[in-house]
């Protein structure tokens, strides 16, 4: 069994963020910019223009879009989700079985 700890370069939980992030990384250069993050959150319910840029914003180091570092960073604290959903919008995957 693969366990993963903060830090490590591979494990379950880096693997399934990166799938996460690739998701939302819709024009696939590596970043994830203010758009793309509001197109990831507009589900029921929308969260809202100020709460996506503020996302953003915890997340950014400056540069107005986020890299696989800081999403990891950013959903590492996160508050804990159920299986099969997505760890900052809490919607169910398309990748997992109902």
Same mark, same amino acid.
């Given at each position: 069994?693969?366990? *993963? +700890?903060?830090?490590?370069?591979?494990?379950?939980?880096?693997?399934?963020?990166?799938?996460?992030?690739?998701?939302?990384?819709?024009?696939?250069?590596?970043?994830?910019?203010?758009?793309? #993050?509001?197109?990831?959150?507009?589900?029921?319910?929308?969260?809202?223009?100020?709460?996506?840029?503020?996302?953003?914003?915890?997340?950014?180091?400056?540069? #107005? #879009?986020?890299?696989? +570092? +800081?999403?990891? +960073?950013?959903?590492? *604290?996160?508050?804990?989700?159920?299986?099969?959903?997505?760890?900052?919008?809490? #919607?169910?995957?398309?990748?997992?079985?109902?």
């Amino acid at each position: 069994m693969t366990v *993963w +700890e903060p830090g490590c370069a591979s494990g379950p939980r880096r693997q399934s963020r990166r799938r996460d992030f690739d998701e939302i990384d819709t024009d696939k250069d590596g970043f994830v910019t203010a758009a793309e #993050r509001a197109v990831s959150l507009q589900t029921d319910p929308k969260v809202s223009d100020d709460n996506t840029a503020a996302i953003v914003k915890i997340a950014d180091d400056g540069d #107005r #879009r986020i890299d696989f +570092e +800081e999403y990891a +960073e950013l959903v590492r *604290w996160s508050p804990t989700h159920l299986p099969g959903e997505h760890p900052v919008t809490g #919607r169910r995957s398309h990748r997992t079985a109902r």
